[in-house]
Nanobody, 115 residues
Framework: QVQLVESGGGSVQAGGSLRLSCLVSGSISSIVTVMGWYRQAPGKQRELVAIMASGGTTNYADSAKGRFTISRDNAKNTVYLQMNSLKPEDTAVYYC????????WGQGTQVTVSS
């Protein structure tokens, strides 16, 4: 059974940094081709932040470009999201997602950025 567990969220002042981690348990190499981070702010729809395909290709939301970096450590079965120069509008619940043949989501981790 595949599970995704996020960690690393918290509260930070504007301009600060956080690194989110997504630990993947279970074997996903044959059923997952893309891993990524999404976020959902109160009253808004869930939106893409950054994704990474199995070949290493990445894609970022315009709001994340130049500030966020997605990476993965296959040996640790972990996907990361390094977030720098955080802004209050980055406040949201951040979700890890792994999809391909199947679609898996983590439970989310709260990120709060104060001005």
């Amino acid at each position: 059974q595949v599970q995704l567990v996020e960690s690393g969220g918290g509260s930070v002042q504007a301009g600060g940094s956080l690194r989110l981690s997504c630990l993947v348990s279970g074997s996903i190499s044959s059923i997952v081709t893309v891993m990524g981070w999404y976020r959902q702010a109160p009253g808004k729809q869930r939106e893409l932040v950054a994704i990474m395909a199995s070949g290493g290709t990445t894609n970022y939301a315009d709001s994340a470009k130049g500030r966020f970096t997605i990476s993965r450590d296959n040996a640790k079965n972990t996907v990361y999201l390094q977030m720098n120069s955080l802004k209050p509008e980055d406040t949201a619940v951040y979700y890890c997602r792994a999809y391909g043949i199947n679609d898996y989501w983590g439970q989310g981790t709260q990120v709060t950025v104060s001005s």
